[in-house]
């Protein structure tokens, strides 16, 4: 079960941290991706249970994920924050399907707006 929170209110520059508790994930690829109005979901950043971490080039520099497997918990800090970062941010975690095959397994999201 993933259970995102630390979403809320920012100003246009500021920073906010999201963290998403992961249980039983410590060996498996999670990330974050969100979701605006009227938009489809994006991917926004990934990390692998070895750490190698990826990221949309929307939020390149300014974000940054993290994992503690000892708290079973992947973090999200994000900087410069601007308007169009206002999402619906969600964390999944990569599972293995039949035949080879991947999917993420999505969790419930929290509201970031940036607005001033």
């Known amino acids: 079960q993933l259970q995102a929170s630390g979403g809320g209110l920012v100003q246009p520059g500021g920073s906010l941290g999201l963290s998403c508790a992961v249980s039983?994930?410590?060996?498996?690829?999670v990330g974050w991706a969100r979701q605006a109005p009227g938009k489809q979901r994006e991917l926004v950043a990934s990390?692998?249970?070895?750490?190698?971490?990826n990221y949309a080039d929307s939020v390149k520099g300014r974000f940054t994920i993290s994992r503690d497997n000892a708290k079973n918990t992947v973090y999200l800090h994000m900087n410069s924050l601007r308007p169009e970062d206002t999402a619906v941010y969600y964390c999944?975690?990569?599972?293995?399907?039949?035949?080879?095959?991947?999917?993420?397994?999505w969790g419930q999201g929290t509201q970031v707006t940036v607005s001033s």
């Open positions: 990390i692998t249970s070895g750490g190698n971490t």
């Open positions: 999944y975690v990569q599972l293995n399907g039949p035949l080879g095959s991947k999917y993420n397994y």
């Open positions: 039983g994930t410590n060996n498996k690829p």
